[in-house]
């Protein structure tokens, strides 16, 4: 009995080490309406295009970010404020998000999602033969 | 009639201090406007000194460095560009900097919406090794 239950305590730490835990922060970010679709603004300073790891599915947008490891520095640090770690964002969208359309780009630190909306959202009238 | 903007000098401490509170309790609604803020980075290194500053949004055309008496100072500003006018921002940053930079020969680049300087030290000043005969 006992050794069961350390069993379960070895993997369970065993599975803690192999996957640590990472810390994640919510980046700042926008999102503004416009006429037929969302606009997205995700502040993602110093993180490169390779780094983003963008997923849309059921109405979710996910947004994780992977710093490369070579962007850490082994200079000494002297003062210390920016946030060197990865960011982690998710947006919900309701049904009329055209889950296909979306696109985005980086640049200048700026990720820029458009999500377009549906164009049949409106719904219409099934003529009955 | 003009109205004369006073610029609080704590502003950027009581923002620090904002900054610590998000981290410290993140699901607080208390909101940074890291809009208005742009966290520095200081690191000493071989050469001299390198300075990282989060510019997120900023085109190299909106960044203005210069340096005076002994401090750096930087100024970004947007225009009425792509952004609207409750997104435009404003940052200004003064770095006091070390005794020993080579003011002539400090260089800066803007990638990925992050501004980084190099300061190399004055050669004369640079640590140099004594050969022993």
């Known amino acids: 009995?006992?050794?069961?239950?350390?069993?379960?305590?070895?993997?369970?730490?065993?599975?803690?080490?192999?996957?640590?835990?990472?810390?994640?922060?919510?980046?700042?970010?926008?999102?503004?309406?416009?006429?037929?679709?969302?606009?997205?603004?995700?502040?993602?300073?110093?993180?490169?295009?390779?780094?983003?790891?963008?997923?849309?599915?059921?109405?979710?947008?996910?947004?994780?970010?992977?710093?490369?490891?070579?962007?850490?520095?082994?200079?000494?640090?002297?003062h210390r404020e920016r946030y060197l770690g990865d960011y982690r964002l998710e947006l919900q969208f309701g049904p009329e998000i055209d889950m296909g359309s979306i696109s985005a780009q980086l640049q200048d630190g700026i990720l820029k999602i458009r999500l377009a909306k549906q164009a049949e959202l409106e719904g219409r009238v099934v003529p009955v033969e | 009639m003009r109205l004369i903007q006073y610029k609080n000098p704590f502003d950027q401490e009581i923002e620090q201090l904002n900054r610590m509170f998000n981290w410290a309790f993140p699901f607080s609604r208390a909101t940074v406007r890291a809009s208005s803020y742009a966290p520095v980075d200081f690191y000493e290194n071989e050469e001299g000194y390198r300075i990282e500053v989060d510019l997120p949004g900023f085109s190299k055309e909106q960044v203005r460095l210069e340096q005076q008496d002994g401090s750096l100072v930087l100024k970004?500003?947007?225009?009425?560009?792509?952004?609207?006018?409750?997104?435009?921002?404003?940052?200004?940053?003064?770095?006091?900097?070390?005794?020993?930079?080579?003011?002539?020969?400090?260089?800066?680049?803007?990638?990925n919406g992050v501004l980084e300087v190099t300061l190399p030290r004055r050669e004369e000043l640079k640590p140099a090794r004594i050969e022993i005969k």
């Not at chain 1, 993997?11 to 080490?17: L, Q, S």
């Not at chain 1, 606009?39 to 997923?55: M, S, Y």
């Not at chain 2, 200004?92 to 680049?109: C, G, H, N, S």
Request: avoid cysteine.
């Open chain 1, 1 to 78: 009995m006992s050794t069961n239950v350390d069993n379960k305590v070895e993997t369970a730490v065993a599975a803690r080490e192999e996957k640590p835990s990472r810390v994640y922060r919510k980046p700042e970010y926008r999102v503004n309406k416009e006429d037929n679709q969302y606009a997205v603004q995700v502040f993602l300073p110093g993180i490169t295009r390779e780094e983003v790891n963008l997923d849309a599915r059921r109405g979710v947008l996910k947004l994780e970010t992977a710093r490369a490891e070579t962007t850490r520095t082994t200079d000494k640090a002297l």
């Open chain 2, 76 to 111: 970004a500003e947007q225009g009425d560009s792509e952004m609207d006018a409750e997104n435009r921002r404003n940052v200004e940053r003064t770095i006091k900097l070390p005794d020993d930079v080579a003011f002539d020969k400090i260089q800066a680049k803007l990638t």
